[in-house]
């Protein structure tokens, strides 16, 4: 196809539903250019280096970046929505975000914007993420680019936020007491079908300029997909007990404490779940036709996924990955204070190629290979203080990437056979890094080095480092031997110190 040899623009490529589209186009032919804040997110991935892909660094919300990145283009995908933990108000940028873009495809003179929205009815009371998605829509459909807006309800895939909060309340509440909204009608869709309907558009004379609903045949509602799901994962019934006085803040804290969905994320979710959202025009059937999941197949294949441990993006993927620059020893001199370290290695018979599968299946089901209870106790203290917790697990049982989420961690460098680095995302009293890192000394023997440094954050971040210092020779030595058990080798010499001692910067 002629279209193919035109290289497409995605924004938000490194997002849920962006980091499915890019390798979907890249098999399909086509060349892709991808914006993402951490490019090293995507340069990871297995297709990161595909021939027909370009990085290129850069963030909606600076319209400077957004035009250089846009020239050469032919077509994009807006594929970006701030509501995240770390936005105060994700209207706001994610205004700016789209008049910023709206500047930039003019200037690039843009054949086409395809935006994925959100479903629900304009002309009632939407909720303030809704309300959101209607006013990007509007504000991209107000330039001189015209704009196919795909609007969808709840998608059903592994490792959607919608789809996550659905199989944790489900999997972990025999007895649920839910808003009054759990009989609201809805009509979700398969991510599959997403992708399919997102593609299709592109070059397609007939989506240009035009607004559609997506969604899969049946009008349904929340009640009958968590028991579709009871019944899919062999689960015995739920009792569902709607409460009306239980608000949307409510149930935000609620899916907090049983679901790895965090309240600032699952407020604006538990607010649209209230706004009945069943698609009205259904043109794009036609247009472009596909077999359409049903909810219980969309569940099923979801699963599906979840149970080999095999998820191609998450929603907890998303965002910057943190600076890490201060856990260097020899550059601690920039951060302003005491940096604690704790050092420790181990000489393992075998090489690091065949010790690393060990080290990069860390965490998730896995466990941490040694003291995992007290792994669980400081993933629930974590939560119930407002933190992430244990609960996000990982996104694949062995494969893993910078950005990725682990446990209460992420993924800030994953270079195998070398070196895997975590920055911590549980709450502190400062920062903390963890890196495990394997030198090959000959042919037999490989170093296994494991650094535990902490930043300290004022009287609080000490007390902490000290409180902690003590389980550090049990938890720690105890995963180092975990490593190489996991990995079916033999340890030469070790668990030993390199040197715990504190630098100043």
């Not at 247009?287 to 909810?295: A, E, K, R």
């Amino acid at each position: 196809m002629e279209e193919q040899g035109k290289r497409i623009f995605v924004a938000g490529a490194s997002g849920y539903i962006g980091g499915r589209l890019v390798p979907r186009l890249l098999d399909a032919g086509y060349k892709v250019r991808a914006l993402a804040r951490s490019p090293q997110k995507l340069a990871a991935r297995s297709w990161g280096r595909h021939p027909n892909l370009e990085i290129a660094r850069g963030d909606v919300l600076d319209g400077e970046e957004l035009t250089r990145a846009l020239h050469g283009c032919h077509a994009a995908y807006y594929l970006v929505h701030s509501m995240n933990p770390q936005t105060s108000d994700f209207a706001v940028s994610d205004r700016q975000a789209a008049l910023n873009m709206v500047q930039a495809a003019a200037e690039a003179k843009l054949s086409q914007i395809i935006y994925l929205s959100g479903l629900g009815e304009e002309e009632g009371e939407l909720s303030h993420h809704l309300q959101s998605r209607s006013e990007v829509a509007g504000l991209l459909q107000q330039g001189e680019v015209p704009v196919t807006v795909l609007r969808a309800a709840m998608i059903i895939g592994s490792g959607s936020a919608s789809f996550e909060i659905l199989r944790y309340l489900v999997e972990r509440l025999p007895i649920m007491i839910t808003p009054r909204w759990i009989d609201t009608p809805c009509q979700p869709i398969g991510v599959r079908n997403v992708l399919h309907y997102l593609i299709g558009c592109l070059d397609h004379p007939a989506t240009i300029g035009q607004t559609f609903d997506i969604g899969q045949p049946e009008v349904t509602n929340y009640r009958r997909l968590m028991e579709i799901f009871a019944e899919e994962a062999d689960l015995p019934k739920r009792l569902i007990l709607p409460v009306p006085v239980l608000t949307p803040r409510l149930s935000s804290y609620w899916i907090h404490l049983v679901t790895p969905v965090p309240a600032a994320l699952a407020r604006p979710l538990a607010e649209g779940l209230s706004n009945p959202v069943v698609c009205r025009d259904d043109r794009i059937t036609e247009i472009l036709p596909q077999d359409l999941f049903d909810c219980r197949e969309a569940i099923r294949r979801a699963l599906d996924r979840v149970r080999q441990q095999r998820i191609e993006t998450s929603w907890s993927d998303s965002g910057l990955i943190p600076p890490a620059e201060w856990s260097q020893a020899d550059d601690p001199t920039w951060a302003g204070g005491s940096v604690f370290d704790d050092s420790r290695k181990v000489i393992i018979q075998g090489q690091a190629d065949e010790i690393w599968p060990a080290l990069a299946s860390i965490g998730g089901k896995s466990g941490w290979y040694y003291a995992n209870g007290l792994w669980r106790l400081r993933g629930i203290i974590d939560r119930l203080i407002g933190g992430v917790g244990l609960s996000r697990g990982r996104r694949d049982a062995e494969e893993i990437f910078p950005g990725d989420s682990l446990d209460f961690w992420r993924v800030v460098e994953a270079d195998r056979p070398k070196r895997l680095l975590l920055a911590a995302e549980m709450k502190l009293p400062g920062k903390a890094i963890l890196s495990l890192s394997l030198e090959q000394l000959d042919d037999e023997t490989t170093e296994l080095r494991q650094i535990a440094r902490f930043l300290p954050l004022g009287l609080s971040g000490l007390l902490y480092w000290y409180a902690v210092t003590p389980f550090h020779n049990l938890v720690f030595n105890g995963m180092l031997r975990g490593i190489a058990q996991k990995s079916g080798k033999v340890i030469l010499r070790g668990p030993e110190p390199i040197g715990s001692k504190q630098e100043t910067a």
